[in-house]
C-alpha cells in the first residue's frame, strides 16, 4: 500500500446530517406510506370460549392439530371479510376534529371537492379538499347562520341540516332550529332568507313562512330553483330561490291521531325523481304517518298515506327514495327499518328491527348508495352497516366510532367514498385506493406541511384579544405567561371564563344590559346626572350663600333694594287657597 493512498470509511450518521444537494429541496411525498398509515385496522372479534388445556385432545386430534385448523378458517375468514371490503371504500380513513359537539349533517358538492358540515356547536364549517394536507386536516371557514351584528344581541341555535343544491353547487340550503331557513353560498355568504309567518293565524295556508322550528328541507331533484321545508307547524313549504326566497306552495298534514287536533311534527322529507321524466315528494310526521304527494303538484290532496308507517309519537328522522324512484326507506323511533314500494304503498316490504338513536340525535339519516344497490345507517355504537335493499339484510358492518353513535351518513356518487359524522365531533371519511377517486384522496397524496413555531399556541399571544393579568413583560424580553402546560387551553371552565389564560375575561353582556346604559356612562356623558343621589334641600342650601352674594334674578334691585323684602299674606289669602285646593282635590 502506498503512502499518498488514503481510505476514508463511509460514516452513515455524517451522510444523514449533511444536505444531498443545494438550492430549494422540494418536497416529495411517500403515497405509499402515508396510504398505508391511513389504513384501518380490523378490530378482533373477542374470544369468549375458554381455551382448552395443553396436551389434551379435541375429536381424536392433538391441540397442534387443532391450532393448525383454526388458523386455516381464520384465514378462510379473513380472506372473506377482506373481498366483503374490496366491494365497498371502506379500507382506508381520514378523520376531521373540526367541530367541539354532535355533528348533525354534512354535505358534499357534486364534484366532491368541498365538505360542509353542521353541529350543534351552532356553526357550520367549511372544509376544501385541495388546501388540505396529511398534517392540516382543519376547515378554512366557520359561519353561524343565526347569527346577526354583534353590536345586537343575538341568539344561536343547532344546525339541523344541510345540503349542497344537486344542480347548481353553488348554492347551500341551511336548516337551523328556527322557523326560518337560509341559502348560503359555498363559501359562506348569505344570499337569501325565508320569511316568518305570523303565528297568531290560525290557517296554515295564510301564513307566508313557518310560525315554529323548520326540522329539516331538501331541494328539487332537478328544477334548481326550487326547495321544500319541513316545520313542527305540521307544513311543508316550497320555495322558489330564484331571487329571494319566495313561498310558492304550502302542504298542510292534517293528522288524524286521536287528541292532536290536526296538528302534528314534521319530521323528515324526502324529493326525488319518478319513471317519466316527473318527482314524487315523501314525508314522515310524529304521529306515525307517511304521506306521498306528485312532486310537480297540484298538493291538495296526496296520491298515498300511511297512518301507521311507525309508532305514533316516535321521531322518524330517516327517509330516503331511490334513484328509480319505486322503492323508500325509513328508519324509525320505534327501532325499525322498513322498505317501501311507491307502487303499492300500503304495507312494507321488509322490516328489520335496528336500535334508533332518533331520541338523542333527531337527524339520524338512512340513505341508499349512488346506484340504489345498497343501504347505508348508522347505529348506536358508531359502526356503519351496509344493508342488502332488496330484503334489508346486512351486507357488512364495520365499526367507524365505538362508543358513539353514528348521525349521519353520506356515500357520494362521483368520488365513490363514504362520509359519516358522529356523537363526538369526528368526520370519517372512508374510502378504498382502487375503487375511490380524488376526495381524501388527493389530502393524503400530498407531501405533509411542516408545523410552523407559530403554530404551537403555548409560544404565541394572540395581541388582538389584550393581554390577561398573570402576563410578565420584561423589557428586550419575550412575553412569559404564568400557565401549566399539562392543563387544557380551549374551550370554557364551569364558570364562564376562558380556559386559555392570556385571553382576558370578558363579563357576559344581557340583552338587558346591552340597551341600558350603565352608571360610568350616565355619570360621565349626561350633565347634573349626580343630583339624583342627593338631598334637594341639602342641594339648594349650598347656593345660598352665592345667591346672596351674586344674585341672577334680582341683581337690577341690588343697588336700590338690598334687602330683599316679600309681599305679607293675609289671612284670607291663606283660607282661599286652601278652599281652592279642596276643590281641586274633589274634582
Same mark, same amino acid.
Given at each position: 500500500m502506498e503512502e499518498d493512498d488514503v481510505v476514508v470509511e463511509e460514516d452513515e450518521g455524517l451522510k444523514d446530517?449533511?444536505?444531498?444537494?443545494?438550492?430549494?429541496?422540494?418536497?416529495?411525498?411517500?403515497v405509499t406510506l402515508q396510504f398505508q398509515r391511513s389504513k384501518r385496522q380490523n378490530q378482533e372479534k373477542p374470544v369468549t370460549d375458554a381455551a382448552p388445556e395443553a396436551g389434551t385432545s379435541i375429536n381424536g386430534k392433538n391441540e397442534q392439530d387443532g391450532k393448525e385448523d383454526d388458523d386455516e378458517d381464520d384465514d378462510e375468514d379473513d380472506d372473506e371479510d377482506s373481498e366483503e371490503e374490496d366491494e365497498y371504500p371502506v379500507s382506508h380513513e381520514m378523520v376531521l376534529k373540526t367541530h367541539e359537539r354532535p355533528i348533525t349533517s354534512m354535505t358534499l358538492d357534486p364534484s366532491g371537492s368541498r365538505l360542509v358540515t353542521g353541529s350543534t356547536d351552532c356553526t357550520v364549517k367549511f372544509h376544501d379538499f385541495a388546501s388540505?394536507?396529511?398534517?392540516?386536516?382543519?376547515?378554512?371557514?366557520?359561519?353561524d347562520p343565526t347569527?346577526?351584528?354583534?353590536?345586537?344581541?343575538?341568539?344561536? %341555535? /343547532?344546525? &339541523?341540516?344541510?345540503?349542497?343544491?344537486?344542480?347548481?353547487?353553488? @348554492?347551500? +340550503?341551511? #336548516?337551523?332550529?328556527?322557523?326560518?331557513a337560509k341559502i348560503l353560498s359555498r363559501d359562506g355568504e348569505p344570499l337569501a332568507e325565508s320569511v316568518k309567518g305570523d303565528m297568531y293565524l290560525r290557517d296554515m295556508h295564510n301564513t307566508k313562512g313557518h310560525i315554529s322550528e323548520i326540522?329539516?328541507?331538501?331541494? %328539487? /331533484?332537478? &328544477?334548481?330553483?326550487?326547495?321544500?321545508?319541513?316545520?313542527?307547524? @305540521?307544513? +311543508?313549504? #316550497?320555495?322558489?330561490?330564484?331571487t329571494r326566497m319566495v313561498q310558492k306552495d304550502v302542504i298542510v298534514h292534517k293528522s288524524r291521531a286521536a287528541g292532536s287536533a290536526g296538528r302534528t311534527r314534521m319530521t323528515a322529507v324526502?324529493?326525488?325523481?319518478?319513471?317519466?321524466?316527473?318527482?314524487?315528494?315523501?314525508?314522515?310526521?310524529?304521529?306515525?304517518?307517511?304521506?306521498?304527494?306528485?312532486?310537480?303538484?297540484?298538493?291538495?290532496?296526496?296520491?298515498?298515506?300511511?297512518?301507521?308507517?311507525?309508532?305514533?309519537?316516535?321521531?322518524?328522522?330517516?327517509?330516503?327514495?331511490s334513484s328509480d324512484g319505486r322503492t323508500v326507506v325509513t328508519r324509525g323511533g320505534d327501532d325499525t327499518i322498513k322498505l317501501w314500494d311507491t307502487r303499492r304503498f300500503k304495507t312494507p316490504i321488509s322490516t328489520i328491527k335496528h336500535p334508533s338513536t332518533t331520541s338523542q340525535y333527531p337527524t339520524t339519516n338512512i340513505t341508499f348508495s349512488p346506484t340504489s344497490t345498497s343501504i347505508i345507517t348508522g347505529s348506536q355504537n358508531g359502526s356503519l352497516h351496509i344493508l342488502n335493499p332488496a330484503n334489508l339484510t346486512s351486507e357488512l358492518t364495520t365499526p367507524v366510532t365505538p362508543s358513539s353513535p353514528l348521525i349521519s351518513v353520506l356515500w357520494h356518487p362521483?368520488?365513490?367514498?363514504?362520509?359519516?359524522?358522529?356523537?363526538?365531533?369526528?368526520?370519517?371519511?372512508?374510502?378504498?385506493?382502487?375503487?375511490?377517486?380524488?376526495?381524501?384522496?388527493?389530502?393524503?397524496?400530498?407531501?405533509?406541511?411542516?408545523?410552523?413555531?407559530?403554530?404551537?399556541?403555548?409560544?404565541?399571544?394572540?395581541?388582538?384579544?389584550?393581554?390577561?393579568?398573570?402576563?410578565?413583560?420584561?423589557?428586550?424580553?419575550?412575553?412569559h405567561t404564568q400557565h401549566n402546560r399539562n392543563q387544557p387551553t380551549t374551550g370554557l371552565t364551569a364558570s364562564g371564563r376562558s380556559r386559555d389564560p392570556r385571553r382576558p375575561h370578558v363579563?357576559?353582556?344581557?340583552?338587558?344590559?346591552?340597551?341600558?346604559?350603565?352608571?360610568?356612562?350616565?355619570?360621565?356623558?349626561?350633565?347634573?346626572?349626580?343630583?339624583?343621589?342627593?338631598?334637594?334641600?341639602?342641594?339648594?342650601?349650598?347656593?345660598?350663600?352665592?345667591?346672596?352674594?351674586?344674585?341672577?334674578?334680582?341683581?337690577?334691585?341690588?343697588?336700590?333694594?338690598?334687602?330683599?323684602?316679600?309681599?305679607?299674606?293675609?289671612?284670607?289669602?291663606?283660607?282661599?287657597?286652601?278652599?281652592?285646593?279642596?276643590?281641586?282635590?274633589?274634582?
Open positions: 446530517f449533511l444536505p444531498n444537494g443545494f438550492g430549494k429541496q422540494e418536497k416529495e411525498a411517500n388540505m394536507t396529511p398534517t392540516t386536516l382543519r376547515a378554512f371557514k366557520s359561519v347569527a346577526t351584528k354583534s353590536s345586537a344581541s343575538s341568539e344561536t %341555535h /343547532p344546525v &339541523n341540516h344541510v345540503e349542497f343544491n344537486p344542480v347548481s353547487p353553488s @348554492s347551500i +340550503l341551511v #336548516i337551523s332550529a328556527i322557523s326560518q326540522t329539516t328541507g331538501t331541494w %328539487h /331533484p332537478t &328544477n334548481r330553483d326550487l326547495c321544500v321545508t319541513a316545520g313542527t307547524d @305540521s307544513t +311543508l313549504r #316550497i320555495w322558489d330561490c330564484r324526502k324529493w326525488g325523481t319518478s319513471p317519466g321524466n316527473s318527482s314524487i315528494l315523501v314525508a314522515a310526521a310524529l304521529d306515525g304517518s307517511l304521506v306521498m304527494w306528485n312532486g310537480n303538484g297540484p298538493y291538495t290532496r296526496p296520491s298515498a298515506e300511511i297512518r301507521d308507517a311507525h309508532q305514533r309519537d316516535t321521531w322518524t328522522g330517516g327517509l330516503d327514495i362521483k368520488i365513490n367514498q363514504i362520509l359519516t359524522a358522529s356523537a363526538n365531533a369526528e368526520t370519517h371519511i372512508l374510502y378504498n385506493p382502487s375503487l375511490s377517486h380524488r376526495g381524501a384522496m388527493d389530502v393524503m397524496s400530498r407531501a405533509p406541511k411542516r408545523r410552523h413555531i407559530d403554530d404551537d399556541p403555548h409560544l404565541t399571544t394572540d395581541l388582538s384579544q389584550g393581554l390577561s393579568a398573570d402576563a410578565i413583560i420584561a423589557p428586550n424580553g419575550n412575553l363579563p357576559m353582556t344581557t340583552p338587558f344590559a346591552k340597551t341600558q346604559p350603565d352608571e360610568r356612562h350616565v355619570r360621565e356623558r349626561i350633565p347634573l346626572s349626580g343630583m339624583r343621589d342627593e338631598d334637594p334641600r341639602e342641594a339648594l342650601l349650598k347656593y345660598a350663600e352665592k345667591a346672596e352674594r351674586e344674585p341672577m334674578f334680582t341683581n337690577a334691585w341690588k343697588k336700590t333694594q338690598p334687602k330683599t323684602i316679600y309681599a305679607e299674606v293675609s289671612d284670607e289669602e291663606d283660607e282661599g287657597e286652601g278652599r281652592e285646593r279642596k276643590r281641586v282635590k274633589q274634582g
